[in-house]
């Protein structure tokens, strides 16, 4: 079945979910049509489920970035040069503009969707919980204020992209230099001083 998501994935990424057709992911795949049925239960828990693939693979890309820079850091000084590039990274460029752009079309789907919603939930609070680690394991070494809460500084980070994605919208963004050397400023504030 993961064949299958990683097809229907590609596909809602690259256009609208309402092209997706799963007899043409089956003979794409080479999977039964009957067993995509029987696994998903529809069209929709498949696209569902493909779109819950694309929301946790976004952020779980981010958070290895973030981790990888992090276990590596020794001193406070190592962790801004290590996470200074990344979190620069993570908010700038044509590609995250897409990315951003595909998450709130997710979340907006699971509005209206149930099933997409719940998945969607689960994912985020799992998501938001190894935010929340790595902050700790940044406030344990005392490279981040203590005085902020861990749990608070996890969603807060996430808050600003999607804040980024609401400016990708308007007719007078930000432009991407303004926009690093604020995130840089803000970031510097939340070290320990």
């Not at 935010?131 to 204020?145: D, G, N, S, T």
Request: net charge negative; charged share 25%.
């Amino acid at each position: 079945m993961k064949t299958v998501l990683d097809a229907v994935a590609e596909r809602l990424i690259a256009g609208d979910e309402l092209l997706i057709r799963i007899p043409e992911i089956c003979e794409a795949t080479g999977v039964n049509y009957g067993s995509v049925y029987h696994h998903f239960g529809s069209r929709e828990g498949v696209i569902d489920a493909a779109y819950n693939l694309i929301f946790s693979q976004m952020v779980e890309e981010d958070i290895a970035l973030c981790r990888n820079a992090t276990s590596e850091a020794e001193t406070l000084e190592e962790y801004i040069a290590a996470t200074l590039p990344i979190v620069g990274a993570i908010n700038s460029g044509p590609e995250r503009v897409a990315r951003r752009a595909l998450r709130v079309r997710i979340i907006a789907a699971a509005e209206t969707r149930p099933e997409l919603h719940e998945l969607i939930s689960e994912t985020q609070s799992r998501l938001t919980e190894e935010w929340r680690l790595l902050v700790e394991f940044a406030q344990r070494r005392e490279w981040l204020r203590n005085d902020i809460s861990s749990s608070f500084l996890a969603v807060f980070f996430q808050v600003l992209v999607f804040g980024r994605a609401l400016d990708d919208i308007s007719d007078k963004p930000l432009d991407e230099e303004d926009w690093g050397v604020s995130l840089a400023t803000l970031f510097v504030h939340l070290l320990r001083q």
